[in-house]
């Protein structure tokens, strides 16, 4: 069964950091992009992020660049998202996504359940 | 970045009739080389994460029933649910993958009339 497991989401204060796994089973991982989206409580869903199969090619949206860092461990099989200069406004539901067919500018056929980060003093 | 419009926000439809929701893009999703329209559609219901609806604008998802289909091209696209069923009450999203950031539309909250 093709699975995406999140983990790391926590209460942080503002300008703190923190990093975001997924755990990805089921597929070989290293054939397929990657991605974060969020949805902040009540609200629509933003892609943050994606990075190909090799790591050669990343993306942002404009409002973490700088701040968030895509990463993947191809052995390990796990996507990582670093979080430097939290702010409120990052508080959401971070979900790891799967590319259908393993392009970068793919659609996403498999999502995790999600990890709740609340960006809070 | 490429703005993803959807209409209408919300929509009540009664069981057995067509549903329809529309997106519009700020610019073409259309790439010239390989004719295809960077665009998917995904369904969640509450307490969920998104599924996976339609890709390539038209293309079914593996085991998602026939009565959803989507059509359009360039940069106005449709997702119709042919007879709605009570298990289609969800939150309803496009999004384009043609350029980064992958943007999405704010929804189209789909109901029981």
């Known amino acids: 069964e093709v699975q995406l497991v999140e983990s790391g989401g926590a209460l942080v204060e503002p300008g703190r950091s923190l990093r975001l796994s997924c755990a990805a089973s089921g597929f070989t991982f290293d054939d397929y992009a990657m991605h974060w989206v969020r949805q902040a409580p009540g609200k629509g869903l933003e892609w943050v992020s994606g990075i190909n199969w090799n790591s050669g090619s990343t993306g942002y949206v404009d409002s973490v660049k700088g701040r968030f860092t895509i990463s993947r461990d191809n052995a390990k099989n796990s996507l990582y998202l670093q979080m430097n200069s939290l702010r409120a406004e990052d508080t959401a539901f971070y979900y790891c996504?799967?590319?259908?067919?393993?392009?970068?500018?793919?659609?996403?056929?498999?999502w995790g359940r999600g990890t709740m980060v609340t960006v809070s003093s | 970045d490429i703005v993803m419009t959807q209409s209408p926000d919300s929509l009540a439809v009664s069981l057995g009739e067509r549903a329809t929701i529309n997106c519009r893009s700020s610019q073409t999703i259309l790439y010239s080389v390989d004719n295809k329209n960077y665009l998917a559609w995904y369904q969640q219901k509450p307490g969920q994460p998104p599924e996976l609806l339609i890709y390539w604008a038209s293309t079914r998802e593996s085991g998602v029933p026939d009565r959803f289909s989507g059509s359009g091209s360039g940069t106005d696209f449709t997702l119709t649910i042919s007879s709605l069923q009570a298990e289609d009450v969800a939150v309803y999203y496009c999004?384009?993958?043609?350029?980064?950031?992958?943007?999405f539309g704010q929804g189209t909250k789909l109901e029981i009339k």
């Open positions: 996504t799967k590319s259908h067919d393993g392009d970068f500018h793919d659609a996403s056929d498999v």
């Open positions: 999004q384009q993958y043609y350029s980064t950031p992958y943007t």
